[in-house]
């Protein structure tokens, strides 16, 4: 009899085993479709200066596509943010706090800007490049980061490079 419960006991482990393998590998099928997401900074406008403190803000627009057929939501936009090769700063898209139905569901052929507010302070970049950032004197804007993607069963990362 201890045998035999023994037997029972290794086959539902083997099973349960199993089972989360199954699960596992079920799971990163959407990996492949959901890195196939595009995004592109399409615009960086500035929405307000205050003079006082030194600070501008400027609304930083990311156009994601996507091209797959598997259903997905942006959850993080991690991004440095660079005018005619000078760097501003970091910003980030966040929707992390947000539960995967309240957030823009990309599905297939989707596009959808996102904006973000990008804080801009005139004590941490080049006196020149802050003042033509103002007078929208900018030629180029650079976005270089990482894009975190989500599915019902799966999450990824993807680098990203894209200019204005």
């Known amino acids: 009899m201890a045998l035999q419960s023994k037997f029972l006991l290794y086959i539902a482990i083997v099973g349960l085993l199993a089972l989360m393998g199954g ?12 890195e196939q997401v595009e995004i ?6 500035v929405i307000s200066t205050n003079t006082v403190t030194g600070t501008s803000k400027l609304e930083v627009t990311f ?3 996507n091209p797959s057929d598997t259903t997905f939501t942006v959850s993080l936009i991690d991004y440095q943010l660079s005018a ?7 910003g980030q898209y966040s929707t992390v706090d947000v539960a995967m139905p309240g957030r823009a569901l990309f599905t ?3 596009e959808i800007p996102l904006k973000n507010t990008f804080e801009l302070e005139k004590s941490e970049v080049n006196d020149e490049i802050y003042q033509k950032v103002l007078d929208e004197g900018i030629v180029s804007f650079n ?12 999450t990824i990362e993807k680098e990203f490079d894209s200019s204005t």
């Open 23 to 34: 699960i596992f590998w079920y799971g990163n099928q959407d990996a492949p479709e959901l």
């Open 40 to 45: 592109t900074l399409t615009n960086v406008e």
């Open 63 to 65: 156009l994601v596509k």
């Open 84 to 90: 005619d090769g000078q760097s501003l700063g970091s």
């Open 108 to 110: 297939s052929d989707a």
């Open 143 to 154: 976005a270089k980061g990482i894009i975190t993607t989500e599915s019902a069963w799966s």
